[in-house]
């Protein structure tokens, strides 16, 4: 196995990928600055004992506005990306979503609460309330996710067919529960909702992004050093152990990075499908299957498809905007379907 | 007690917007988000200050030819920096929090006017949009003959009752081919409907499905029908074969069933709500000499 | 060396392995022969640590498998299941490429060995194709180079256990696969080896094990398990046994 030889044009063109990305984020906007102030205000960002006379917007647009959230799409993109890789591993299947062991479903179900309820909840600290929704979706898809791991453990063992099916019938039961809450709930609450069932970075602030920039980059340096183990895994669990690896152990991390890591994303920016399913794919139709790069350059494309998508849902529709989710379904759809289709023949 | 606090906090509002307003120019590109706000903004005479609204801004037409700045809890702060606003109108519904600190920080003022279907919220927007335009005086003029216009209908029902019990009403909320969904008693709907002198007779919270029994057990003397596609008059024969349970009701066999335009039950007291009322009303009572608008001033 | 002391496995209430005593020994291929059902693949299971032992034990090197830290076991112990249920479009000599995780020898020497144990698989010709696109019989021997490559060269006090290595083989390479397979175990290893085909056992196995039920019905020579009554005991079927022409091994022939 020596990936380096292909590998090394793919993180390069990847690399260039996300730097465009990033730039194209921070530079194209509804507001037009000159390319001129962006560029001295992102100098003046990182930092550079520049002078600021007459940036002042652009550097508010910069730093608070279009900075946030391009670091938001960045985590959010290559966490779900992540998480995608080590489900697809988890259930050796590269159709298999982090959606699949509950995570999506319980945060869903965790915010419709908060969304639904949480305005009846008057008591709560100011300083909290606005975390309120992100905490909820967290520690739903958690609950849910733990719950799920827990149908699927028997006698020290975990039945990875077992938590498919419980991931499925949890996922139908909080559906049930989304369910009844949207009954309850009033027009503008039921808007609130289908929002945030679309995902979207609007509104990235720098409070709100630090756990999840955190979780990511915990995601992001843990996952890797299990590319090998996933790659053993890839030939059944009983090889994987004969290969000398730990594999319930292996199993118990993947889930928790992945609860961990959908579950900050979700909170921070709402439902984003596809990306979890969609890059890794992609990245394995151009590398193969190797962990030891598909899990790197998921991350990176998964934050630039993000972010590509994202510039396009504040762009189309400016001055409003569309919700992300609509973005990267249209894209991601339609390439799931190619997939089944080439798969099939 | 309520009034109290509410006189008190009114006064405190008035104090502070004049000191705020004082050495300060009034802003000349506002955004609007919120459809009543938006008409109270074209009513008292500053259409040409407005330069985007949010997409429950549906009247006047002329509105809905400028940018939209989406839904008005799902606001996008670069999208409404990019109109270089001055100020931006909305409700307790605007959102989402971190959006609108951002656009403060941005230097946009933001006004949040309470939108809740009671004179004295209006009367506090309206006053404040009045200063906002610089026309004051007009303001409270307007206001002035609002709460006239609706005093009057107050006595028009009065008067009407005393030959006429108020009627049981029920408003269904229709959406295309979907099941109509009956208003509850604590939404704006029950609210028109007090208001025109009816009763209405759910017992509910939001808009909810009823069955075909409920409907029955009701038997409302009076359906209104508010559709979100359907403008203008409602054809009664197809509303019935859409919606068979109906037919049983006493609203059907009398032909009582009225049409509402459904912009009229969001965002609070709008300039329109009047005229809906007396035209409600006047269904209400048909005895009774209908209050047109013109009558009424 | 691998051993297997009275060894019994339960499934739910049921036995369906017991009274188990064997040792592997190096230089030695070891057969094993049974009908469906019999406990083949069980036993292998509880020889390899999979399935727990309700009974007895399984000593590597005289310490309990259960003892061994992964790798360092790996290092020593390596196993072809029956079948192989990888889906993801690996190359053939990154799917071999597995057998060197529990190492580190380095990129150049696990490169070579892929090589080797390719060659040693006869599947040298498929490097560089990609695994999903194999047929089955093909895919086998790329699992075959896999476990070589897990204990190449092989040597004294490494064990490799083969699940019917030859299912879905064609005659030639069913022949190759084997004796890829002896001169393996000639290099030092122990090698248990599943079998359906009864003179392949008997050609190729130093010793045989004869399950019923799963339990032991003989374990010996082929020329002490190959006769026509346990034949007949176990599986019900009447045999001749001759003499093959030019080696001398038992010969089976069905009546």
């Known amino acids: 196995m020596n990936p380096a030889v292909h590998a090394r044009p793919l993180f390069i063109a990847l690399g260039l990928l996300l730097l465009l990305a990033l730039w194209l984020s921070l530079a194209l906007g509804p507001v037009s600055l000159p390319l001129q102030e962006t560029l001295q205000a992102a100098l003046r960002l990182l930092g550079l004992p520049l002078s600021g006379a007459g940036l002042e917007q652009a550097e508010l647009i910069l730093g608070q506005i279009r900075l946030p959230r391009t670091l938001l799409g960045l985590a959010v993109g290559a966490v779900l990306a992540l998480s995608g890789v080590a489900m697809q591993g988890l259930f050796r299947n590269p159709l298999a979503d982090p959606g699949l062991i509950g995570v999506s ?5 965790g915010a419709a609460l908060a969304i639904v309820f949480g305005a009846r909840l008057g008591g709560l600290p100011e300083a909290f309330a606005p975390y309120l929704l992100s905490a909820c979706a967290f520690a739903g898809g958690l609950g849910v996710t733990t719950l799920v791991y827990r149908f699927g453990r028997r006698n020290g063992q975990t039945s990875v067919a077992t938590m498919l099916l419980a991931g499925i019938a949890l996922t139908a039961l909080s559906g049930a529960a989304i369910g009844l809450f949207t009954y309850l709930a009033d027009d503008t609450t039921l808007r609130t909702l289908t929002f945030w069932n679309l995902g979207s970075l609007n509104g990235a602030s720098y409070a709100r992004l630090w756990p999840l920039l955190i979780v990511t980059i915990a995601v992001a340096l843990w996952l890797p050093r299990r590319a090998k183990a996933l790659n053993a895994l890839l030939l059944g669990e009983s090889e994987a152990r004969h290969l000398g690896f730990a594999v319930e152990r292996l199993k118990r991390e993947l889930v928790f990075c992945t609860a961990l890591g959908v579950g900050a994303a979700v909170a921070a920016a709402g439902m984003i499908g596809f990306i979890g399913l969609v890059v890794p794919h992609l990245v394995r139709l151009l590398a193969g299957p190797d962990h030891r790069v598909l899990l790197p350059a998921s991350a990176l494309a998964g934050a630039s498809l993000l972010l590509l998508a994202d510039l396009v849902a504040r762009l189309v529709m400016a001055p409003a905007e569309l919700p992300i989710g609509i973005i990267t379904a249209l894209i991601g759809a339609p390439f799931f379907l190619y997939l089944l289709m080439r798969g099939r023949s | 007690m309520r009034l109290d606090l509410r006189l008190a906090s009114f006064c405190a509002a008035l104090l502070f917007s004049h ?6 120019p009034l802003p000349q590109r506002w955004v609007s988000a919120g459809g009543s706000l938006s008409e109270w903004v074209v009513a008292l005479g500053g259409e040409d200050r407005l330069i985007g609204v949010d997409t429950t801004s549906q009247h006047p037409a002329s509105l809905r030819a400028l940018p939209s700045i989406g839904y ?4 996008a702060a670069e999208g409404i920096l990019s109109l270089r606003p001055d100020l931006l109108l909305g409700s307790e519904e605007m959102g989402p929090p971190p959006v609108l600190e951002q656009l403060r920080s941005a230097g946009v003022r933001i006004e949040v006017l309470p939108s809740k279907p009671d004179l004295a919220s209006l009367e506090r927007s309206l006053r404040r949009m009045g200063e906002l335009l610089g026309t004051p005086e007009s303001a409270s003029r307007v206001f002035a003959d609002y709460r006239q216009r609706l005093e009057r209908q107050r006595q028009w029902i009065a008067d009407a009752q005393r030959s006429q019990k108020a009627p049981g009403v029920l408003l ?3 959406h295309a081919d979907s099941a109509p969904l009956a208003a509850g008693k604590d939404t704006a709907a029950a609210w028109l409907i007090e ?3 009816g009763r209405n007779l759910t017992d509910h919270d939001g808009y909810k499905a009823l069955s075909a029994e409920t409907l029955m057990v009701l038997d409302p003397e009076v359906v209104i029908y508010a559709d979100r596609t359907q403008k203008g008059a409602i054809d009664p024969q197809a509303l019935l074969k859409r919606n068979p349970a109906l037919a049983a009701t006493r609203a059907a066999r009398d032909g009582r069933l009225l049409a509402l335009d459904p912009t009229l039950l969001v965002g609070g007291l709008g300039p329109r709500v009047p005229d809906g009322l007396a035209v409600l009303s006047a269904a209400f009572y048909p005895s009774a000499q209908a209050l047109t608008a013109e009558a009424a001033r | 060396m691998l051993r297997a002391e009275n060894l019994a496995v339960q499934r739910g209430p049921c036995t369906v392995l017991a009274d188990i005593h064997l040792e592997l020994r190096p230089g030695e291929v070891l057969g094993v022969l049974g009908p469906n059902g019999a406990g083949k693949s069980t036993l292998l299971a509880a020889l390899s640590g999979e399935l727990p032992a309700a009974h007895g034990r399984v000593l590597l090197d005289e310490r309990p498998l259960s003892a061994w830290h992964g790798p360092e076991r790996a290092r020593r112990l390596a196993v072809l299941p029956q079948t192989s249920s990888l889906g993801f479009a690996f190359r053939v000599e990154e799917v071999v490429s597995m057998g060197r995780l529990p190492h580190a020898t380095g990129r150049t020497r696990d490169a070579e060995i892929v090589g080797e144990a390719l060659a040693a698989a006869d599947a040298a010709h498929l490097a560089g194709r ?9 895919r086998q021997r790329v699992h075959l180079a896999r ?9 004294e006090g490494q064990v490799l256990l083969l699940d019917e290595p030859t299912s879905m083989l064609d005659p030639l390479h069913q022949h190759t696969t084997l004796q890829a397979t002896r001169a393996f175990a000639e290099q030092g290893a122990a ?5 359906h085909d009864l003179n392949l056992a008997a050609r190729y196995c130093d010793r045989l094990l004869l399950l019923e039920h799963g339990r032991p019905h003989a374990f010996g020579t082929p020329d002490e398990v190959l006769r026509a009554e346990p034949l007949r005991a176990v599986f019900g079927l009447e045999v001749l046994v001759q003499r093959h022409p030019e080696r001398g091994h038992p010969l089976i022939v069905a009546r």
């Not at chain 1, 479903?105 to 179900?109: D, E, F, N, W």
């Not at chain 2, 000191?19 to 300060?24: F, G, I, K, N, S």
């Not at chain 3, 090698?191 to 079998?195: E, H, K, P, R």
Request: glycine share 16%.
């Open chain 1, 105 to 109: 479903s319980g945060a869903a179900l």
């Open chain 2, 19 to 24: 000191a705020a307003l004082a050495d300060e």
């Open chain 2, 72 to 75: 008005q809890r799902q606001l």
């Open chain 2, 172 to 174: 269904m909320l229709g």
């Open chain 2, 195 to 197: 208001q025109a002198g």
């Open chain 3, 130 to 138: 990609n695994y999903l696109e194999l047929s089955g019989g093909e």
């Open chain 3, 147 to 155: 476990v070589l490559a897990q204990l190449w060269p092989g040597g």
């Open chain 3, 191 to 195: 090698v248990l080896v599943i079998l």
